[in-house]
């Protein structure tokens, strides 16, 4: 294999890394957080039946969060969507062109 497709595989692999990495760290401060609300909301508030605004009001931030949370995992986890890399790679290639052109010095071996 060519020193520049082993650099790509590496460069790929490590994009991938960050974007799990990211994920992670993201599933962390939701837990984190909404642990908090959970815990500060049930010691300031009675667990009643009847006061179903008052859990929406602090269950609503992890619901939603919890939605983009579940995006988030799908995008990094689940295998990519032709659309999406194609779209990947051309926009990597445009704004590898458009660097090239604005600095061809730095280009120069």
Do not use: C
Request: no cysteine.
């Amino acid at each position: 294999m060519d020193i520049q497709r082993e650099q790509q595989l590496r460069e790929r692999a490590k994009a991938r890394v960050k974007a799990i990495r990211g994920f992670y760290s993201h599933l962390t401060v939701y837990i984190i957080v909404n642990l908090l609300i959970i815990v500060l909301f049930s010691s300031i508030t009675s667990w009643t039946r009847t006061d179903w605004t008052s859990w929406w009001t602090y269950l609503s931030t992890p619901v939603f969060w919890g939605i983009g949370l579940l995006a988030h995992g799908i995008y990094v986890f689940a295998p990519k969507i032709t659309f999406i890399k194609d779209w990947e790679e051309r926009k990597i290639k445009e704004l590898m062109e458009k660097d090239r052109q604005h600095h061809p010095s730095d280009h120069t071996f």
